[in-house]
């Protein structure tokens, strides 16, 4: 029998593991990143930070698919750790420029061991974990990426 409520279920949900799997692999971060001193969402933006040395806070915020109002504070946290600086431009006073300092790219050094210890939490092949990565940012409306 066709039950109509079969779209409510749990198990019908594409969203439902895309959530608990995010929330498990921020967990499994959790004692790597406890080691430097960061939470997820600053380790994203210092990553980010690591990338491009200096961004504005727009540009920030798109590349980690976060609002003004989450980035805000997590910047404002790492700016009192020392990790990166904000300043207006001095070309248009409205953008805020973050850019990583001297104690921000010593961070990096610390963090440089993150990756590797993530890669055996996740039990993935290689090319399932390629796969897996296109397909999140075909979702996300990314597939050059």
């Known amino acids: 029998m066709n039950d109509r409520y079969d779209c409510l ?3 019908n ?3 439902f593991p895309l959530y608990a799997c995010s929330k498990e692999i921020i967990r499994r971060y959790k004692p790597f990143l406890d080691k430097v001193d960061l939470t997820y969402t600053q380790y994203i933006t210092m990553m980010a930070l690591w990338e491009n040395e200096s961004m504005n806070v727009r540009e920030l915020g798109l590349a980690l698919f976060l609002d003004s109002g989450t980035l805000t504070p997590v910047l404002k946290k790492l700016e ?3 990790y990166l600086e904000r300043k207006r431009s001095k070309e248009d006073e ?8 001297q104690r921000g790219w010593e961070l990096r050094e610390e963090a440089l061991s993150i990756p ?7 039990n993935l092949e290689p090319e399932e ?8 940012y075909k ?6 990426l």
């Open 94 to 101: 409205r953008n805020l420029i973050v850019s990583v300092t």
């Open 129 to 136: 974990s390629a796969e897996l990565y296109r397909l999140l």
């Open 9 to 11: 279920k749990l198990k």
């Open 116 to 122: 590797e210890s993530m890669s055996s939490c996740v």
């Open 13 to 15: 949900q594409l969203c």
């Open 80 to 82: 009192n750790k020392g």
């Open 139 to 144: 979702i996300l409306g990314n597939p050059s």
